[in-house]
Structures are given as C-alpha cells and as structure tokens.
C-alpha cells in the first residue's frame, strides 16, 4: 500500500471508532498517527514495527497496523468496523462539515443512512431544529453534497500523469508519432480523461492492462496529418477560432511549429492554448518565454519535524542541497495552529539557532529563517513585532475561519499584505482542488494590495491546491506582483510539488524573470535585504 493508502486506512478506522463511540484516547492516536502520515509520500512499504517506530508520532500499536495493513490491505479491526457500518454512513464521513459524531447522530435520531438521504433531509429542512446542526450548518452540508456530485469523474492531473506516460512509452514502441493531446496536453489542473493521438492509418487500441480503470481516448489520424491534428485536438476551441485554424489551406506539417508559422502568428506552447491571454501576444509575436521547472533555484515555504513535518530540519536542508538548490526557506506553522504543533516563541529561538549552526556546515547553500504565519480573523499576523522582526521570510495564510463573506475575507487579506513583514501571501483562497472551492475574495483588491506593499502572491504547488489560480497570474504580472512556486513541503520529497507548480505558472504566462524562486542565492538576498529597509 501506498503511504497515502495508509493513512486513509488509519483515518477510516479512527472515524470509524469515533462514529461507534469507542475508546476517545486510541482514537486520537490514530487519528493523530493519520494526520501524520498524511503529509509525507515516503514509502513505508516492507518496513518492519521497530523501523516503523523510529517515525515521529508512531507508536508501537500503529506500527503494528501499518504492517498488517502493507500484508493485507486491512487490519482486522478496521474489517471488524466496517462490517457493522452501513456503507452509506462511511460516504457521509466524506461529506464536509460531517464529522463522525453528526453523523451517528443523523444516524440515530433521523435514521438517515446515505447522502441521498441526508440531500433530501436538507432539502425537507429536517437538520434545522435538530441540536448541534441549524440552518446555517444544513445549507453547508446541502451545499458540499452538491459539489461531490458536481465534481464526480473528475481527477488532478497529477493523479493521471504517471499512467498517461506509460500509455505513451507503451506505444511508442509500436507508433512513432504519438502524443498526448487535449487538456492532458494542456496540463490543466482538474482532468476527465487521457487524451492520446496516434499516427496511424487505422484505429489504435491500447493494452487493456495499461486502462484499467482509467478514463482513456485514443484518437487516431494519417501520420501526414499528425501534427495539424495534434494542434486542433489540444486546443481549447476559443483557441482555435483565434487563431484561424479553420483558414489552413493544408493539413499536412512536419511539427506544430509549422502549423503556427503558416497561420502567421508565433508559435503557442501546449499550456497557452485556452483562448485567453495568449491570442494576442501570439498574433503580435510578443509570447514571453515561460518560466521552466529547472529554472527555480530555491524552495520556499517548507515544514520540517519543529511543527508537523516528517523530516528535521537538517534533512529538509541536506535533502535540497542535493537536488541542486542554492537555499531553503523553511516556514514551519505559527502558534496558532495548535493542530500543527505551531512555534511558540521559545521554539523559534530553537530554530533559529539550528539554522544558523546549519548554515556553517552546509555554506554556501543556506537556510532562511521562516514562519508559515497563520492570517487571524482580523488580518493580524500571529507573532508580536519584536518576534515577526527575527524571521527572513514570511509567509503569511489563512486556516480558519474560512466562512467569511467576500468582502470580510479581502479586508483581511489586505490587512495582512499590509503588515510590513509579510513576505508571502500564502494559497490565498485556500481551495483544495475536488475536495472544496476557496473561500471568495476580489483577486483584483488583493492582488491590487500586493503590488502596493510589494508583497508576493504564492503559487501553491501541492497538486491540489494550485493556489493562486494560474488565471490571475496575467493581472499579477500587469501589476507588477512577482510569483513564488512554493511546495508547502511537509516532507522532503515534497519539494518535487514544484513541477506541478511550474506547470500551473507556465499557463498563467509566468517568465523567470517574474518569479521569485527562480532568483539565485546572491538575487535572492538582496531582494530580502530590500524588502527589511
């Protein structure tokens, strides 16, 4: 099993136990044993109780679960749980703002047993008067209902990359001209399906081991007009009217390039091709070079084991001199968020003092004193000035309170941006891609705040947040505001995150220049020294 695959089993049996009233002690452990893993991808797979116990947070019981759960998919007790659950009450613990407790109590006073049911409860108003729920919870429950089963055959593009490269490895060995196309191709965040486009006279089948389960297209067309199609499969059709496609007076082309240059206007990356911004800047051939994965030289916004990181510090540091970053900026969580084992003051100084002890031994790489600041409801940061005076670099974000109306998130937003030491507005919506929208603010006013106080916008690479929308990216850089890649690391291989991250940046028309993470160590301490005057 996969770590993710772990802790989903763990977190199921914690909810589980919760929703059966069991033992409130061991379900916090497991819970909390979940929430842990949940954050890291390093593989636990062969790994036996002793090894397993040597993690951060996992005690001798839940190593014991994890081996038995990498032996045989399940534990017997999770087995014992889910045979006395009604299937339907394990889908109502996906739905937000349901937790176990609501749900045994829908469960035993309204002998509701499936979504479909709890949807038509809503709609009859039967959650109003019922204690602990109200009008206001139902309609967020109505509302989340409705969004699962909006969102339904959807997947991150993350999710089907892997196999979608398979697929083409596969046949290529038998086709040369094969490519991925349609949104696949246009690397857009939220997928349907893989979309292949063969050279091929005939009508082109995959193996069936390579689609199990998957949601696959293959489109064939004559190799001759191979790379004409490509262009007109991949694009978004406000594209393609933007362009002229329907003009070409010939299909037949020996790259994609060429399609372009007989249309007259530049060439349009894979990533561009929406029909937004792009259209024109490509007919004036003004398309800017778009900033590229290898062009980032330093990982900001990190976790490391000082809050709820899987690795220390150290090997958060080591880690990244190694894949060939000049610096790190390590931005563990504020004291606010207790959930995060956030920084109380103390813990910082402890930080800082490892760091700067690092920064002897790994030189020149070196390590910025950071804090992931959680935004509080009223737009202050969450440290006093003499502590918020002592880090490098802020990042500063939203966890709670994520109910505001428009106008009372913005203001708060803006608050924040305001604050002279705020360095990074942080996954400013706070989305989290098929799982729930961001909480609404105006993009142009905070955007507007930024440029304003020369704060930079985050670029959220973890592939289900993308947060900033690569959308606004346009609006940043027409207000001058640059754009930082940020993993949001909470274990080492996180900072790969990045890739997806440049990917989303490439669509919003993002150039090196106007990236923050692309700058070099020398670059980059200068733009900091800047910014403290």
């Known amino acids: 099993m996969t770590t993710e695959d772990i802790a989903d089993a763990l977190e199921l049996t914690a909810k589980l136990m919760e929703l059966h009233n069991e033992n409130p002690f061991k379900i916090k452990a497991i819970s909390a044993a979940a929430y842990k893993l949940s954050k890291t991808r390093v593989s636990l797979e062969g790994l036996t109780v002793e090894e397993l116990t040597q993690i951060e947070g996992i005690g001798k019981g839940i190593a014991e679960k994890i081996v038995e759960l990498n032996q045989t998919q399940s534990t017997k007790e999770l087995s014992t749980l889910l045979a006395k659950t009604p299937q339907g009450l394990i889908e109502m613990l996906h739905v937000k703002g349901l937790g176990p407790k609501k749900v045994r109590q ?5 002998d509701i047993e499936t979504v479909t049911e709890l949807l038509y409860a809503c709609n009859e108003n039967r959650l109003v008067e019922l204690k602990g729920f109200g ?4 309609a967020e429950i109505k509302k989340s209902i409705e969004f699962k089963l909006n969102n339904s055959g959807k997947y991150h593009y993350s999710y089907l990359e892997k196999a979608a490269n398979q697929l083409l490895d596969e046949l290529r060995k038998t086709y040369p001209l094969v490519s991925l196309t349609g949104e696949i191709y246009r690397r857009c965040e ?6 292949i486009l063969v050279g091929s006279h005939d009508a082109v089948t995959p193996d069936p081991a390579l689609t199990q389960h998957l949601p696959v297209q293959v489109l064939s067309t004559s190799p001759e007009t191979f790379y004409s199609k490509l262009v007109e499969t991949s694009s978004a059709n406000a594209h393609l009217e933007g362009i002229g496609f329907e003009k070409l007076t010939q299909k037949e082309f020996a790259s994609e ?6 249309l007259g206007i530049q060439y349009v990356e894979p990533e561009l091709r929406e029909g937004l911004f792009e259209l024109e800047k490509a007919a ?7 900033v590229g994965f290898k062009d980032l030289k330093g990982v900001l916004h990190n976790h490391s084991t000082y809050s709820d990181g899987i690795n220390t510090l150290e090997e958060m540091a080591v880690y990244c001199k190694e ?10 969580h504020s004291q606010t968020a207790v959930y995060a084992q956030g920084l109380k003051v103390e813990k910082i100084m402890e930080q800082h003092a490892e760091i700067e002890k690092l920064n002897a031994k790994l030189a020149p790489f070196k390590i910025f004193k950071g804090i992931e600041s959680d935004i509080l409801g009223d737009g202050s940061l969450d440290y006093p000035e003499e502590v918020l005076k002592t880090f490098d670099i802020i990042v500063a974000s939203v966890h709670s309170n994520l109910k505001m109306d428009m106008d009372k998130a913005t203001a708060r937003l803006i608050k924040a941006i305001e604050n002279p030491y705020t360095t990074i507005l942080g996954h400013p919506t706070g989305r989290l891609l098929l799982g729930r929208p961001g909480y609404p603010i105006d993009h142009k006013k905070v955007i507007d705040a930024c440029a304003a106080n020369g704060v930079v916008m985050e670029l959220n690479a973890h592939p289900y947040r993308l947060d900033i929308d690569w959308r606004w990216i346009p609006y940043c850089l027409e207000k001058n ?3 930082s890649i940020n993993p949001d690391a909470h274990q080492r291989e996180g900072y790969h995150d990045m890739y997806y991250g440049t990917l989303a940046a490439r669509k919003g028309m993002l150039t090196k220049a106007m990236c923050l993470n692309a700058m070099d160590l020398g670059a980059f301490e200068a733009f900091l020294a800047t910014r403290k005057k």
């Open 323 to 332: 894949s060939g970053y000049e610096y790190l900026g390590i931005c563990d």
């Open 106 to 110: 829908l469960w035993q006073e309204l």
């Open 190 to 195: 939220i997928l349907e399906q893989i979309d």
């Open 257 to 262: 390039q060429a399609v372009y240059e007989s």
């Open 284 to 290: 004036s051939k003004s398309l800017p070079e778009l």
């Open 135 to 138: 009008a206001k919870t139902q």
């Open 481 to 483: 505001v640059m754009i």
